[in-house]
């Protein structure tokens, strides 16, 4: 078992910057992958990067260049690095990590971010 909790979130102008954290409640040495995904009104949530225990990181088209997904293994605790944000940014972001065997996943509870132009 392990719980998420997001922090970070808020109001930002385009071209801004914003960190967000995703604090686990345990070690994250043993967690396969972790993951940040994001869900804007209307549409699917979608996965915007991921990084591995290994620390192989992958990034979904529509923020490379311009988020960084890095873990502090010591803190128990993985972030994303926003740059460059643009309005299309805006949704609730969410922290994942794989659940055990079959057991579902485990999700924050979402932090919004707002992008204005």
């Known amino acids: 078992q392990v719980q998420l909790v997001e922090s970070g979130g808020g109001l930002v102008q385009a071209g801004g910057s914003l960190r967000l954290s995703c604090a686990a409640s345990r070690s994250i040495l043993s967690i396969k992958y972790m993951a940040w995904y994001r869900q804007a009104p209307g549409k699917q949530r979608e996965l915007v990067a991921t990084?591995?225990?290994?620390?192989?990181?992958n990034f979904a088209d529509s923020v490379k260049g311009r988020f960084t997904i890095s873990r502090d293994n010591a803190k128990n605790t993985v972030y994303l690095q926003m740059n460059s944000l643009k309005p299309e940014d805006t949704a609730v972001y969410y922290c994942n990590a794989p659940g055990e065997g079959y057991d579902p996943d485990y999700w924050g509870q979402g932090t919004q971010i707002f992008v204005y132009s």
């Open positions: 990084i591995t225990s290994g620390g192989n990181t």
